[in-house]
Each structure stands twice: as C-alpha cells, then as structure tokens.
C-alpha cells in the first residue's frame, strides 16, 4: 500500500472509492473533512448516496451531539447539523464548511439542527467494520483528522451494491481504490490491542512451561500461549485452534489432540512457543460445530456441513495470532502446521515464517475421512498418509 501516493491524490481533490467487499458489499467516496471543499464535496454529490461525516461516537457525544435511536451494530447516525453561520446549509459549499468546522473542533452550540450534513458515529474498527469505522482509520493513516465525508456511489439504477460500477466510476476519474480489508490488516499491523496481561508457571505432563494470558481489545476474546524459555530469535511456534471435543474429551473424530500433544512434546524439548487459540471449530464455535457433527453423521463431509449451516469451510482468522507473537517480541518463527493458509496469513501481517515444519497427528479410521477431507478439499499438506 502507497500510503504517500493515496495522500498525494486526496490532497490534489480525489476522493478514496472505499469498497466492502465482506461485510456491506458497498462503495462509498471517502474524504478528509477537514479539507473539504465545494468542488469535492460537489464531486461527492455526484455518487447519489446520502452524504455523511463521520467522526468518533465518544468525541461526538463529548463535545454536545447527541444520537439518533440505532439498534446494536448498525451505524450510529447522530442529529444532522449545519454551521450557525451558514444560509441554508444545503450548498455544497456550505455542507463543505460545516465538515471543516465539526473537524477544527467545534461544539454542538456552534451548529444547528437538524441540518443537512448527516453526522454518523464510529465505535471503532475492532468492534464494528463498517465505512464509518473504516474511514476513521483511513484518515489517519493518511495523517489527517478522524473526520470524513462519504457517501455511497450508486450505478444508473440506484443500486448501492454494484462493484463493478464503483470500479469503472472510480477508473473515469482517476480514484484511488481501496478495501474495507485493505484498511482492517493496516489497522492490525499499526494499532497493539493486545498485550501480556498475567504470566505464571505451568508443570504438565511433558514439562515445565509459562502460560500467558493477554488483555485483547482486538477480537475480545480469551486467547492465551503456552511458552518453554528459552526460545531464542527465531522460536517454533504452534498456532492451535481450541477444540473441546478433541482437546479435553479425547474425540476420535479429529487429529487436534494428538496434534497439542505432540506440539507440546516438541516444544518441551526445543523451547517454543504455543498459541492457544479461542477458535472452536474452525472459528463457528462449539454449538454450531456439534451440530456440524450431527450433519456429519448423515454423511456430509466437514466442509459440507458447515457450508449447509451457513459458514464458510473455515472462519478461523489469525490477526490475534499475530499481536499475540508480536506482543511476545516475536517476529521470525518456525511455524508448526500443516496448513499452508496459517503460514500465509500470518507472513501478510508481517510474522517472517522461515521454517514450516510438518504436525504430525494420529490416523485413527473415525478420523480418516476428517483428514481426507483437510487434504483435499483445505489444502492440508499432511506428512502421513490417509
């Protein structure tokens, strides 16, 4: 990402074709409200969708604006303003002052309502991945305030959704384009949300290890890493995804225990790392993954079963993985795994993954179909047969 060319362009009057690929499926225009002019913001009129501002929920509330009725995890519109010393407020060059003078600072006594300009609060990019959130980050990225105008870019039909039409838009006038991803990973990379919170002793069964517990503002969820010091610069680390049924209860049905176990072993012997993530059945949690089973039992394979519930194969993400090693002072690894996609992830984060090194599992005939199905259809390299 050219963060000094994308700057270059905004400073030159283009707005961003922010695209959602995920969440929303939008486009939206993204621009710097504090150097919003009449002709942007004119040129932003020209997408047809509701022209808004977006700022932080807790900056807005603090300095008087006050918030429309929402329902959990959709945006947070606020009362519309416009500034006291504008006419009507609906020109664009009176909707680009009322943009600069939200984002010079300015209180709610310093504007009327309701206005023209839709104001709409962030909550911030770790609880909510929306636009409003997204070009928060942006803006700062970019080195401006968080405040900016968007609005959604809609094709001749008024549709919203259409892609390739935010695209072509975006090529006739010479945009730049970005992603809602595209800002999520440089928001994990630059922003530490999850650090070491308690450090204690852990004898086991196959030696003597720290466990590691983090305070996470990231995903909010309980992750914690199992650690055998010395580790040296480049440690071998094990990412494991929790799994009750294979873990605790000794399930035949999968390799996961066999896996922890022998990654522990490994680690005992060498020194390493061992993350223990909060991630039950491939990221869909365990009540969606026993019901995964009951499918399997009428003969679906894994990828199928939680296809037929409405997942995808695998939801597993590894943004966590990552702040944890960093958190660690980790960033070259020997990674344990079989899986391709988990080396990639993390390298796109910025983890240097220098060595993959086979996780070897127990072949069992109830598992057997479980790792065919890895191999075939996840792209699991396994160092055995099945």
């Given at each position: 990402?050219?963060?000094?060319?994308?700057?270059?362009?905004?400073?030159?009057?283009?707005?961003?074709?922010?695209?959602?690929?995920?969440?929303?499926?939008?486009?939206?225009?993204?621009?710097?409200?504090?150097?919003?002019?009449?002709?942007?913001?004119?040129?932003?009129?020209?997408?047809?969708g509701l022209l808004c501002?977006?700022?932080?929920?807790?900056?807005?509330?603090?300095?008087?604006?006050?918030?429309?009725?929402?329902?959990?995890?959709?945006?947070?519109?606020?009362?519309?303003?416009?500034?006291?010393?504008?006419?009507?407020?609906?020109?664009?060059?009176?909707?680009?002052?009322?943009?600069?003078?939200?984002?010079?600072?300015?209180?709610?006594?310093?504007?009327?309502?309701?206005?023209?300009?839709?104001?709409?609060?962030?909550?911030?990019?770790?609880?909510?991945?929306?636009?409003?959130?997204?070009?928060?980050?942006?803006?700062?990225?970019?080195?401006?305030?968080?405040?900016?105008?968007?609005?959604?870019?809609?094709?001749?039909?008024?549709?919203?959704?259409?892609?390739?039409?935010?695209?072509?838009?975006?090529?006739?006038?010479?945009?730049?384009?970005?992603?809602?991803?595209?800002?999520?990973?440089?928001?994990?990379?630059?922003?530490?949300?999850?650090?070491?919170?308690?450090?204690?002793?852990?004898?086991?069964?196959?030696?003597?290890?720290?466990?590691?517990?983090?305070?996470?503002?990231?995903?909010?969820?309980?992750?914690?890493?199992?650690?055998?010091?010395?580790?040296?610069?480049?440690?071998?680390?094990?990412?494991?995804?929790?799994?009750?049924?294979?873990?605790?209860?000794?399930?035949?049905?999968?390799?996961?225990?066999?896996?922890?176990?022998?990654?522990?072993?490994?680690?005992?012997?060498?020194?390493?790392?061992?993350?223990?993530?909060?991630?039950?059945?491939?990221?869909?949690?365990?009540?969606?993954?026993?019901?995964?089973?009951?499918?399997?039992?009428?003969?679906?394979?894994?990828?199928?079963a939680n296809e037929a519930?409405?997942?995808?194969?695998?939801?597993?993400?590894?943004?966590?993985?990552?702040?944890?090693?960093?958190?660690?002072?980790?960033?070259?690894?020997?990674?344990?795994?079989?899986?391709?996609?988990?080396?990639?992830?993390?390298?796109?984060?910025?983890?240097?993954?220098?060595?993959?090194?086979?996780?070897?599992?127990?072949?069992?005939?109830?598992?057997?179909?479980?790792?065919?199905?890895?191999?075939?259809?996840?792209?699991?390299?396994?160092?055995?047969?099945?």
């Amino acid at each position: 990402m050219n963060w000094k060319e994308i700057r270059k362009a905004v400073l030159d009057g283009k707005p961003i074709v922010l695209i959602d690929d995920r969440r929303e499926f939008e486009a939206d225009l993204v621009y710097p409200a504090e150097i919003a002019s009449s002709e942007v913001v004119n040129f932003m009129l020209s997408a047809k969708g509701l022209l808004c501002l977006t700022m932080d929920m807790d900056e807005a509330l603090k300095r008087g604006f006050f918030s429309l009725p929402i329902k959990e995890g959709e945006t947070n519109f606020l009362i519309p303003v416009d500034y006291r010393e504008t006419f009507t407020g609906i020109t664009a060059e009176e909707r680009a002052l009322t943009a600069r003078k939200i984002a010079e600072g300015l209180g709610v006594e310093a504007f009327r309502y309701p206005g023209h300009l839709h104001l709409l609060g962030g909550v911030g990019l770790n609880r909510r991945k929306g636009h409003t959130e997204s070009s928060l980050e942006l803006m700062e990225f970019l080195g401006f305030k968080r405040y900016a105008l968007i609005v959604e870019i809609l094709d001749d039909e008024g549709d919203s959704h259409n892609r390739d039409y935010a695209l072509a838009f975006a090529g006739e006038h010479g945009l730049p384009v970005l992603t809602t991803d595209d800002i999520w990973k440089e928001f994990v990379r630059r922003k530490q949300l999850i650090k070491v919170y308690a450090n204690a002793r852990l004898p086991t069964r196959y030696g003597d290890f720290r466990i590691i517990a983090f305070d996470n503002e990231l995903d909010f969820r309980e992750h914690v890493a199992i650690v055998k010091e010395p580790y040296g610069e480049v440690p071998l680390v094990r990412v494991h995804s929790k799994c009750l049924t294979g873990d605790t209860l000794a399930s035949l049905k999968c390799d996961c225990g066999s896996q922890l176990s022998n990654a522990l072993r490994m680690i005992a012997q060498e020194g390493g790392i061992l993350l223990y993530m909060n991630q039950e059945g491939r990221g869909i949690g365990l009540k969606e993954k026993i019901k995964a089973y009951e499918l399997q039992d009428k003969d679906l394979d894994t990828v199928e079963a939680n296809e037929a519930l409405g997942h995808k194969a695998d939801e597993r993400t590894y943004e966590a993985a990552f702040q944890m090693l960093r958190a660690l002072g980790v960033s070259k690894i020997r990674l344990i795994t079989n899986n391709p996609a988990k080396a990639k992830a993390l390298e796109e984060f910025g983890i240097e993954v220098v060595e993959i090194i086979p996780a070897p599992g127990e072949v069992t005939e109830h598992n057997r179909p479980y790792l065919r199905v890895k191999a075939e259809k996840l792209g699991h390299r396994l160092p055995f047969e099945v």
